[in-house]
């Protein structure tokens, strides 16, 4: 069996978050990871939430970023569940995207610098020290802090550092030499996420998710996924106008091929099943708001079912 | 009787506030409201939910929140949050934020009045569901928003500043006067009012302060007057013929802990600031001081979040007696 989590972002109400996570965690699912998505729901209110609703699932602010709150607010927070429920909580990192950081009027300079900075200082205080004045008198458990990202630079970071990285949207092929480059520079654990796209009707949702990819990506990513300047620069307008749909129609299909695990459940579980070696964690993204419960559902069948 | 709400700190686990948060609902408290204290207490929007998930009537706020720790569109996504979480029984109290709670984090607190305005506005826009965007003079806004917010959410503010006082009369839909000197309060709910005058605003009034009914409790007060005393304005404390160096002397004793100062203060100074005697003495001049200020609700003060049980109790006799 392969251990394997879900990561949802909070565009749903926080009762129904809920409810997936339980179903989840019924089904196999070890993790739950919550986006902080800047004025969707708070992800500290969803992870409360759901830390509440189940028994046993590790929960996560995944990812929260330097900058939409005090850094040592975050960890305040962090805290705050971890001594809630013990054991079950970790803390998820990385710079921010546009997709919640423009809203708020914020364009760091330096992001992987505040990452950096962030990832200390939160280390510190939730290992009971203290940061200039700033200290957590009331804690003294440990949380394990996750870092997610896509640019070589808060990957390395990750691997030294962190207990565990996340990688999201990458290809099943890439994994073999992307672990190898992780496990070569630390000893962070590995959460691959990558959308599952088992029938034509989740191939077409996945498409969808590849926007916010495809605006954010290094050069080098969106060169090698066949995507033009013109193209992104066409999704991001679509998106800032609020038009998903027209967003995901400058994509090209082969984007799901590159970063989603595709094919009938049986491929899917094979290519996953491939890959079992070079990742601890598998964290399923939710394709679809509205039919999270069969996607939980026909996902953890296929997850389960790996050997 | 008057309407009652209390505060508690959450300077206890989650789990301890909020079985108070429930023991407070059961006695017919209306409101809760959790301070943000930084890193001194626990994460106020965690605590917040941890009572929205466990409770079914009574509303829950932030009492306080500041415009800096978070950035005001994240703290009204997450106040908004709590709403749909609870059904309708959120809502959001901002200040200018102290130097105990901004301090560790680095932040210098800079034009005040100016980032609780915009903080308050936008988070107005937002709650009834508009996109903001804002070029202001403490943060920017490109198309922030959401669409779970309830357009009538309550936004509350809490200070002791003339300038604030009169700002929030003007924009705010209630204002929290906290722990104030009693003989003084009138001038204090003159400047809300005046404020009120200039826009036609209605904002409620709540007063706010420890009650005592059992005299041991006193012990419990004086810590939580050492820097409330020494920040008072020169002619609070000559009223209390309290002198410079007096001050000065606890102020040098708080850096040995708030405990330590708080033995620096009789008990005709903590009198002014508090409602003490019995529960019929404490209703008889709740009642006056609300009726003579025109206060809508009461919110009582925990200073000891230890003996908080009795207190809630205590206090739920004293509010029945008004």
Same mark, same amino acid.
């Given at each position: 069996?392969?251990?394997?989590?879900?990561?949802?972002? =909070?565009?749903? *109400?926080?009762?129904? %978050?809920? @409810?997936?996570?339980?179903?989840?965690?019924?089904?196999? $699912?070890?993790?739950?990871?919550?986006?902080?998505?800047?004025?969707?729901?708070?992800?500290?209110?969803?992870?409360?939430?759901?830390?509440?609703?189940?028994?046993?699932?590790?929960?996560g602010p995944a990812i929260t970023n330097p900058f939409s709150r005090h850094p040592v607010a975050t960890a305040a927070a962090v805290a705050t569940l971890a001594e809630l429920a013990p054991h079950r909580v970790w803390h998820g990192l990385g710079?921010?995207?546009?997709?919640?950081?423009?809203?708020?009027?914020?364009? =760091?300079?330096? *992001?992987?610098?505040? %990452?950096? @900075?962030?990832?200390?200082?939160?280390?510190?205080?939730? $290992?009971?020290?203290?940061?200039?004045?700033?200290?957590?008198?009331?804690?003294?458990?440990?949380?394990?802090?996750?870092?997610?990202?896509?640019?070589p630079r808060v990957q390395r970071l990750a691997a030294e550092r962190a207990d565990w990285v996340i990688l999201s949207a990458k290809g099943a092929d890439e994994m073999p030499e992307t672990a190898v480059t992780i496990r070569a520079a630390g000893d962070a654990k590995i959460g691959w996420s990558a959308y599952l796209a088992y029938d034509a009707a989740e191939r077409a949702r996945v498409l969808r998710h590849f926007s916010y990819m495809a605006i954010d990506a290094p050069p080098e990513i969106r060169e090698a996924a066949g995507l033009t300047d013109e193209a992104t620069a066409l999704v991001k307008a679509a998106m800032l106008g609020g038009d998903m749909e027209l967003a995901a129609s400058y994509l090209p299909d082969a984007l799901v091929d590159l970063f989603a695990i595709a094919g009938t459940p049986e491929e899917c579980a094979a290519t996953i099943a491939g890959c079992a070696a070079h990742f601890d964690m598998f964290l399923l993204p939710m394709n679809n708001e509205s039919s999270c419960e069969s996607h939980i559902a026909q996902s953890a069948e296929i997850l389960n079912s790996i050997g | 009787m008057i309407e009652s709400s209390v505060m508690l700190t959450p300077v206890a686990s989650v789990e301890r506030i909020v079985e108070l948060a429930q023991q407070a609902e059961r006695l017919g408290y209306t409101r809760v409201w959790v301070p943000d204290e930084g890193l001194a207490t626990r994460d106020v929007f965690v605590t917040m939910a941890a009572i929205a998930m466990s409770t079914e009537t009574i509303r829950i706020g932030t009492g306080i929140v500041n415009p800096y720790s978070r950035h005001p569109a994240i703290t009204a996504a997450a106040i908004a949050s709590i709403d749909e979480l609870s059904g309708g029984r959120a809502f959001l109290g901002y200040g200018s934020g102290g130097s105990l709670t901004l301090n560790p984090l680095g932040i210098t607190r800079p034009r005040p009045l100016i980032h609780v305005r915009e903080a308050i506005e936008s988070s107005r826009a937002m709650f009834r569901g508009e996109?903001?965007?804002?070029?202001?003079?403490?943060?920017?806004?490109r198309g922030a928003g959401f669409e779970f917010g309830r357009p009538d959410t309550e936004i509350w503010f809490a200070g002791r500043g003339p300038n604030m006082l009169?700002?929030?009369?003007?924009?705010?839909?209630?204002?929290?006067?906290?722990?104030?000197?009693?003989?003084?309060?009138?001038?204090?709910?003159?400047a809300v009012r005046a404020g009120a005058e200039t826009t036609g605003n209605q904002p409620r009034l709540c007063y706010s302060t420890m009650v005592i009914t059992n005299m041991d409790r006193i012990e419990d007060v004086r810590p939580h007057m050492t820097y409330r005393l020494v920040d008072s304005p020169p002619e609070?404390?000559?009223?209390?013929?309290?002198?410079?160096?007096?001050?000065?002397?606890?102020?040098?004793?708080?850096?040995?802990?708030?405990?330590?100062?708080?033995?620096?203060?009789?008990?005709?100074?903590?009198?002014?600031?508090?409602?003490?005697?019995?529960?019929?003495?404490?209703?008889?001049?709740?009642?006056?001081?609300?009726?003579?200020?025109?206060?809508?609700?009461?919110?009582?003060?925990?200073?000891?979040?230890d003996g908080a049980h009795e207190l809630l109790d205590e206090v739920a006799e004293v509010v029945a007696a008004t």
């Amino acid at each position: 069996m392969i251990r394997w989590g879900v990561w949802f972002e =909070p565009t749903q *109400p926080v009762a129904r %978050l809920c @409810e997936l996570a339980k179903q989840a965690e019924a089904a196999g $699912a070890e993790v739950c990871l919550v986006a902080d998505e800047g004025t969707e729901r708070d992800v500290y209110v969803a992870l409360t939430a759901i830390l509440m609703s189940t028994d046993k699932m590790v929960v996560g602010p995944a990812i929260t970023n330097p900058f939409s709150r005090h850094p040592v607010a975050t960890a305040a927070a962090v805290a705050t569940l971890a001594e809630l429920a013990p054991h079950r909580v970790w803390h998820g990192l990385g710079v921010g995207g546009s997709r919640v950081l423009d809203p708020l009027g914020v364009d =760091p300079p330096r *992001p992987y610098t505040a %990452l950096r @900075e962030t990832f200390e200082s939160n280390t510190t205080l939730l $290992a009971g020290g203290s940061v200039g004045s700033a200290r957590l008198p009331w804690f003294d458990a440990s949380v394990p802090i996750a870092i997610a990202g896509r640019g070589p630079r808060v990957q390395r970071l990750a691997a030294e550092r962190a207990d565990w990285v996340i990688l999201s949207a990458k290809g099943a092929d890439e994994m073999p030499e992307t672990a190898v480059t992780i496990r070569a520079a630390g000893d962070a654990k590995i959460g691959w996420s990558a959308y599952l796209a088992y029938d034509a009707a989740e191939r077409a949702r996945v498409l969808r998710h590849f926007s916010y990819m495809a605006i954010d990506a290094p050069p080098e990513i969106r060169e090698a996924a066949g995507l033009t300047d013109e193209a992104t620069a066409l999704v991001k307008a679509a998106m800032l106008g609020g038009d998903m749909e027209l967003a995901a129609s400058y994509l090209p299909d082969a984007l799901v091929d590159l970063f989603a695990i595709a094919g009938t459940p049986e491929e899917c579980a094979a290519t996953i099943a491939g890959c079992a070696a070079h990742f601890d964690m598998f964290l399923l993204p939710m394709n679809n708001e509205s039919s999270c419960e069969s996607h939980i559902a026909q996902s953890a069948e296929i997850l389960n079912s790996i050997g | 009787m008057i309407e009652s709400s209390v505060m508690l700190t959450p300077v206890a686990s989650v789990e301890r506030i909020v079985e108070l948060a429930q023991q407070a609902e059961r006695l017919g408290y209306t409101r809760v409201w959790v301070p943000d204290e930084g890193l001194a207490t626990r994460d106020v929007f965690v605590t917040m939910a941890a009572i929205a998930m466990s409770t079914e009537t009574i509303r829950i706020g932030t009492g306080i929140v500041n415009p800096y720790s978070r950035h005001p569109a994240i703290t009204a996504a997450a106040i908004a949050s709590i709403d749909e979480l609870s059904g309708g029984r959120a809502f959001l109290g901002y200040g200018s934020g102290g130097s105990l709670t901004l301090n560790p984090l680095g932040i210098t607190r800079p034009r005040p009045l100016i980032h609780v305005r915009e903080a308050i506005e936008s988070s107005r826009a937002m709650f009834r569901g508009e996109t903001v965007d804002l070029e202001g003079e403490s943060m920017t806004l490109r198309g922030a928003g959401f669409e779970f917010g309830r357009p009538d959410t309550e936004i509350w503010f809490a200070g002791r500043g003339p300038n604030m006082l009169h700002q929030a009369g003007a924009i705010a839909d209630g204002v929290m006067l906290e722990f104030l000197h009693k003989p003084s309060l009138g001038q204090f709910v003159e400047a809300v009012r005046a404020g009120a005058e200039t826009t036609g605003n209605q904002p409620r009034l709540c007063y706010s302060t420890m009650v005592i009914t059992n005299m041991d409790r006193i012990e419990d007060v004086r810590p939580h007057m050492t820097y409330r005393l020494v920040d008072s304005p020169p002619e609070v404390k000559a009223t209390l013929g309290m002198t410079e160096a007096q001050s000065d002397a606890i102020a040098v004793a708080m850096g040995d802990g708030l405990e330590v100062a708080g033995r620096l203060i009789p008990d005709e100074w903590v009198e002014p600031f508090v409602i003490m005697g019995s529960v019929d003495e404490c209703a008889t001049e709740l009642n006056s001081v609300m009726n003579a200020h025109g206060f809508d609700e009461f919110m009582l003060v925990v200073a000891d979040i230890d003996g908080a049980h009795e207190l809630l109790d205590e206090v739920a006799e004293v509010v029945a007696a008004t």
